[in-house]
């Protein structure tokens, strides 16, 4: 009950991180490309949800239960470890302060569309 419990609160900054990531999404796209980039994220996740309960199914089934949450409490260890060790996420600027070229994207101004620096 423990673990399972543990589990549970390891999704509340899970949770908070998707809300940072929205508002740094709708600072960072330029609104005329904001649906089609939403459309195709929230697409590909709904594609994506059923595989994945599918195989955490088939984990669950094949090996103990324990050994999938432990295994996927390690995934969250080493996102926390990568979040920390890594220079530049440690030194991202606030969302307020967030834009294209945080992120080396240029905006096009012409048709006001998105593109990787080069």
């Not at 999704?11 to 508002?23: K, M, Q, S």
């Not at 996927?72 to 606030?94: A, D, E, Q």
């Amino acid at each position: 009950m423990l673990a399972i419990s543990l589990y549970g609160l390891a999704w509340i900054p899970i949770g908070a991180i998707n809300v940072l990531f929205g508002a740094i999404n709708q600072s960072i796209i330029p609104n005329s490309m904001y649906g089609r980039i939403s459309s195709v994220t929230y697409s590909l996740s709904a594609i994506a949800m059923p595989f994945g309960s599918l195989l955490g199914g088939y984990l669950a089934e094949t090996f103990n239960s324990s050994i999938v949450f432990a295994c996927s409490s390690c995934g969250f260890i080493m996102i926390s470890i990568v979040w920390l060790l890594h220079p530049k996420l440690r030194k991202l600027p606030t969302v307020k302060e967030m834009k294209p070229e945080t992120f080396l994207i240029t905006v096009n101004k012409m048709n006001n569309t998105s593109l990787p620096m080069k």
